[in-house]
């Protein structure tokens, strides 16, 4: 018998649902709706767009994202059953749907509820059974949004049948309690208990009480207006505790406990008196109970360049439709550790100024830590990057991209131009020319060499230095670089009139460390779902560095930035000696935009690569005498020797070919020596005499030899992963030195190019020449 009526009972809510879709309704419409109908079934995949949690390389949380509903953000953590307060399961059921228990996802009472009053010409209210709500909600949100219609509750009891035969009643009020709108949570929308716990009082579900799960429940229907009004959700809250012990739900005990009990929603001041009872009731802070839109445990900033980058990977609606993502990034906990602290820390800053820091490792592009604001102990960090969306003028940290343009055309540091005043034609320039001016308007009226031009960083020499390279060469390499100017930029540009952020400006600079190489700067190494399934993985994409410089190339204008570090003392015009730490091989530029309204300074050492921006967030000028090499160079060296902090020391591995010679001017540079490229080198590894190859396609040519001494032997660098001579690829970190016999250098030759070194699936040498390859010599100092 009881398996007949329960028969008899599905029997009848089927017949019912395909009746009432069909009533007053041609029979093809009734098909049609069946045939719109979306898969039932995704509800047991449904992830209800759920937050999705941010890691840092090593495990550690660093918080979630939240996921969104069209453009609305939304708050929802999805909770399982057993991880909600059972007063708060009873109170829906009893105030949503007294009969969940006994239907089969239509509610044939309800349904005769709705028929009387539509029959009395009355608006329909009432009768939508959890199920009912729980498919609006989800499977055909995106379809019918709130709206009321013929076909969607048509399609709804389509489904509502189908759902209740294929899942279990408690699998069905997860969801709906996972599922359902709880109101405005600020800059989010409150979606599931879990939200509205946290919203509302700032518990955990499970933790509840039975008077707060009421006055959750009571609000469902209508969030905005009910918990404006505290007196009628609270008159509400008793008739929904009398209908729970009515049902059995709760006992007299817990009833009258409950009406004992002071519930006090975040946002308002309530008095009682008597059990039961509200003296008075006032809302002093509705945005009390309003929610983050990220919630951030450690590195904001960077965890919203981690939002970014996963759109761009996955796509908008896998991201924040379905969420409940697990993303692994590169942030390195020690390194982001050293930028907060330097942030923290900085001392000397202009009057009104921030600051943007970052530091990348240089051989994959990995963003390893980041801060976009000043640190300032007891006030919140402004939302607002400077490291990664703030476009500033880079000022003269351009000045070593161009110089090394112009070394490998083929001129060489010891190249010279004039140091003294130029103009040249300019049709948006007032007068008709461009006349541009050292700093400050100092100059030296010599013919002085391009090494000494940028330690010095003098203007004339270096918009001399542009018109001989040609702004279109320069322009082509600056695009490669991953900082492209923008239509219309003249000469200016070789002075710094380019907006980037130092993100970018720490991979432009990368590539003088790395052998030549340009990787665009990544935040994610891995993208699971809640169940594990892998997404994307770094390790198996293919992620090709774009070859900008040959390694020879990018020795000398790594050179010519150690320069500009270690040349000349403060006393003879030195810039960036302020930047220096330890034992650690240093190389940098600093940069000052017009106003000054810009303070850079971008270096790197043989680990790392970094920049600091340091301006007003609003725009506008500094002090005139604000210098980046002594409000910068402070803060940059700080995050690097944190970071750098028991390390094994290391030194820049210099690639074959390369010489070193005495600076000309011993009187201007007392010490100096600047590297150049072996001519005889340069010829076998060319096409043209004099001229490098192309950065794309290159192609090198292999230098043989046979030693004079078959028991001579060479003290060189290998890749410990390997076995095999280091290349400009290897980690630092991963070089150790061996001595072997000349002769059986040929077998130490690394992989072919294009062969993935052990261990770095997607890291390629594509100009890479086997038999080339030569001991690396110890790197020079520059002085």
Known sequence: MILLGKFLKFFFSLVLALVLAGAGLA????????????????????????????????????????????????????????????????????????????????????????????????????????????????????????????????????????VERSFTKEEVLQNYLNAIYWGDGGPVELYGVYSAAQAYFGKAPRDLTLAESAYLTVIIPNPAKRYKDFELSYGLMKVLLSRMEQDG???????????????????????????????????????????????????????????????????????????????????????????????????????????????????????????????REGEPVPDWNNAAQGQRQIGSTIKPLLYTVALQSGLRQDHREEDRPVSFPCDTCKGGVYSPQNFEGATTFRNMTIREALDRSLNLVTVRLADRVGLEKFFGKLGELGIPPGDGTGLAAALGAIETTPVNMAAAYAPFVNGGVYYKPRYITKVTTARGE?????????????????????????????????DLKPEQGGLAGGAKFGEWSVAGKTGTSNGPKDLWFVGTTPLYTGAVWVGKQEGGDMPINSYSGVVNTPIWKRMMEVAHAGKTKTEYQQPPGILFAPHPDQQWMPGVKFAYIDPSYQDAATDVEGQTLPAQGARYRETKWTPSDPNSTELVGLDQRTGKLATEFTPPEQVIMRRINTADLPSYSPDLPGTPAQGQAGQTDPAAASGAATSPAPASSGQ
């Open 27 to 162: 029979g093809a419409f009734a098909m049609k709706w069946a045939g719109e109908l979306p898969d039932y079934r995704e509800l047991d995949s449904l992830t209800l767009g759920a937050e999705t949690r941010v890691f840092a390389r090593d495990g550690t949380a660093l918080g979630s994202l939240i996921p969104r509903i069209g453009e609305q953000k939304v708050s929802r953590t999805l909770v399982r059953l057993n991880e909600v307060s059972p007063f708060m399961t009873a109170a829906v059921i009893s105030n949503e749907d007294r009969r969940f228990f006994e239907h089969y996802g239509l509610d044939p009472i309800g349904i005769g509820r709705q028929v009387q009053r539509i029959a009395q010409g009355k608006d329909v209210q009432g009768g939508s059974t959890l199920t009912n709500q729980l498919i609006k909600n989800t499977l055909l949100w995106d379809e019918f949004g709130g709206a009321v219609t013929a076909d969607r509750k048509a399609k709804e009891w389509m489904l509502s049948v189908q």
């Open 534 to 566: 892998v997404l994307y993985d770094a390790n198996t994409e293919n992620i090709k560095p774009v070859r900008v410089w040959s390694p020879q190339v990018a020795y000398l204008g790594l050179d010519m930035i150690r320069g500009v570090v270690n």
């Open 249 to 375: 739900w709760i006992t007299s005990q817990q009833h009258q406990a409950a009406l004992a009990e002071k519930v006090q929603p975040k946002g308002w001041k309530v008095q009682y008196g008597a059990p039961g009872e509200v003296k008075s009731a006032q809302l002093v802070n509705p945005k009390a109970k309003e929610l983050r839109d990220v919630t951030t445990n450690r590195a904001p900033h960077f965890t919203q360049q981690v939002e970014q980058e996963l759109t761009q990977l996955l796509g908008r609606d896998k991201v924040y439709g379905s969420g409940g993502l697990r993303v692994y990034t590169t942030l390195d906990m020690n390194v982001q550790n050293a930028v907060e602290i330097a942030s923290r820390e900085a001392r000397g800053l202009p009057y009104g100024a921030t600051l943007g820091a970052v530091i990348v490792n240089p051989y994959t592009g990995e963003v390893l830590g980041m801060i976009g604001q000043k640190i």
